[in-house]
């Protein structure tokens, strides 16, 4: 059974730095691409970011993009977010994704998700 | 990037009717090598994560039912549930991963009327 969990959210100031973790379980973390997807408080989804299997090819999106970086570490099946100079706009629950096998991009199991508040 | 734009923002069907969403994408998500679309359909329940219901534009995911069902081709593209459930009560989007950045459309909150 496929399971994400993201932990590392929770209060910083601008400017300042947190670093999100996800733990898979369920499936061969190493074998597929993983990505992260944020929601703003009564907002919608947008893509954050993705991590090829092989972490040879990493993506961001354009408002993150020079801030957060993504890595993933497979001996310990965890996929991480460092997010570097916050700023309030940052602020969302996000989430990890795995990447769907059948239909690469789409995103086939999400973890609950962690909220991220950016606040002084 | 290619921006997706849902219609309407907002549905109210009474249970046992067809609701339709619409998804429109700025560029063709049609990958000719293939002839796949590029578009899945997502159902989001409050305090829950999104759920993946429909890949390729119209393959539904496992343990979807089948009233939910996926349409349309290069820009326009569709979702309709045919018999609104109770349970059906949800925000659904649309997200293209034809190319990077992927984007969503900006939700359509289905309710009951």
């Known amino acids: 059974q496929v399971h994400l969990v993201e932990s590392g959210g929770g209060v910083v100031q601008p400017g300042r730095s947190l670093r999100l973790s996800c733990a898979a379980s369920?499936?061969?973390?190493?074998?597929?691409?993983m990505h992260w997807v944020r929601q703003a408080p009564g907002k919608g989804l947008e893509w954050v970011a993705v991590?090829?299997?092989?972490?040879?090819?990493?993506y961001l999106g354009d408002s993150v993009k020079g801030r957060f970086t993504n890595s993933r570490d497979d001996s310990k099946n965890t996929l991480y977010l460092q997010m570097n100079s916050l700023r309030p706009e940052d602020t969302a629950v996000y989430y990890c994704?795995?990447?769907?096998?059948?239909?690469?991009?789409?995103?086939?199991?999400w973890g609950q998700g962690t909220l991220v508040t950016v606040a002084s | 990037d290619i921006v997706m734009t849902q219609s309407p923002d907002s549905l109210a069907v009474s249970l046992g009717e067809r609701a339709t969403i619409n998804c429109k994408s700025s560029?063709?998500?049609?990958?000719?090598?293939?002839?796949?679309?590029?578009l899945a359909w997502f159902q989001q329940k409050p305090g829950q994560p999104p759920k993946l219901l429909i890949y390729?534009?119209?393959t539904r995911e496992s343990g979807v039912p089948n009233r939910f069902s996926g349409s349309g081709s290069g820009t326009d593209f569709t979702l309709t549930i045919s018999s609104l459930q109770a349970e059906d009560v949800a925000v659904y989007y649309c997200?293209?991963?034809?190319?990077?950045?992927?984007?969503f459309g900006q939700g359509t909150k289905l309710e009951i009327k």
């Open positions: 994704a795995r990447d769907n096998p059948d239909s690469p991009g789409s995103l086939d199991y």
């Open positions: 369920g499936f061969t973390f190493s074998s597929y691409p």
């Open positions: 991590i090829s299997s092989d972490e040879r090819n990493k």
């Open positions: 560029q063709s998500v049609l990958y000719s090598s293939n002839n796949k679309n590029y």
């Open positions: 390729w534009a119209s």
């Open positions: 997200q293209q991963h034809y190319s990077i950045p992927y984007t």
